[in-house]
């Protein structure tokens, strides 16, 4: 399947730089003056690939992390360019006893929300979201991906209750993003596609701030070749 305009959603500079600067991707006007995200624009053949980074927080001088930015950079980005796809890359942690390995990067068949446990008739599910999301299994084994469970939260350390939420998906990464981004790609009714690449183990024994720091290079750098590739499989020749 092939796509005519793709908005590529990730947070952090150091995430996506490797890819704006293999795809020469040339920056853009903001979405909006009062927005943090920062814009590029490329073309993969007869694709138009639009990037988005979520951008440095303006009081903070961080990058705009966590699921808020990420929701509204994607209903700013659906708005202005009505993309016939969402494709969202970033980093994640993952389960060393669910086979992750650092750098290895994932497709995601499912998306939900690990931190809105709301235990009233009705907001269970809503809380959890379970977002639908776009897959191929033919072009991920291609890619030399596997499936995983994507599960969003706000933090990136992680409470016993976040474990044994974790912990009872087969396969599961943990990242600050995708539930933002698929909630909106629901609701405008676009196809969301996301990959994510580990930089730290859950249960590896190090702490998760001290390992994405360490990992956060070649994890990004991971993740590009498998956008690079992916982007070429679904983009039109
Ligand atoms: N991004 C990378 N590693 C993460 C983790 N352990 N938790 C949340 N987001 C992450």
């Given at each position: 399947m092939t796509f005519k305009k793709i908005v590529l959603i990730m947070a952090m500079h150091s995430e996506a730089d490797p890819i704006r600067d293999a795809l020469e991707l040339e920056e853009m006007d903001?979405?909006?003056?009062?927005?943090p995200m920062d814009s590029y624009k490329g073309k993969i053949g007869q694709t138009e690939l639009l990037l988005l980074v979520n951008g440095v927080d303006p009081r903070f001088q961080v990058d705009s992390i966590g699921t808020q930015p990420a929701t509204l950079a994607t209903f700013a980005a659906i708005q202005a360019w009505q993309p016939d796809l969402i494709l969202n890359a970033g980093t994640c942690g993952a389960f060393k006893s669910k086979g992750a390995e650092i750098a290895k990067v994932y497709w995601g068949n499912k998306v939900i929300h690990h931190d809105r446990r709301i235990s009233i008739p009705g907001f269970k599910e809503y809380g959890v979201g379970d977002y639908p999301v776009f897959t191929d299994q033919a072009l991920a084994q291609k890619l030399e991906m596997e499936f995983t469970t994507i599960s969003s939260g706000n933090s990136l350390d992680m409470c016993d209750t976040d474990y044994q939420i974790l912990d009872q998906e087969e396969r599961v990464v943990k990242e600050m993003e995708a539930a933002g981004i698929a909630y909106v790609a629901e609701l405008m009714q676009v196809p969301y596609l996301g990959i994510k690449s580990v930089?730290?183990?859950?249960?590896?024994?190090?702490?998760a701030q001290d390992e994405f720091l360490l990992h956060l290079k070649n994890s990004s750098l991971a993740l590009q070749q498998k956008v690079l590739a992916l982007l070429q499989e679904i983009s039109i020749k």
């Open positions: 903001k979405l909006h003056p009062s927005l930089t730290d183990l859950v249960d590896g024994g190090m702490l």
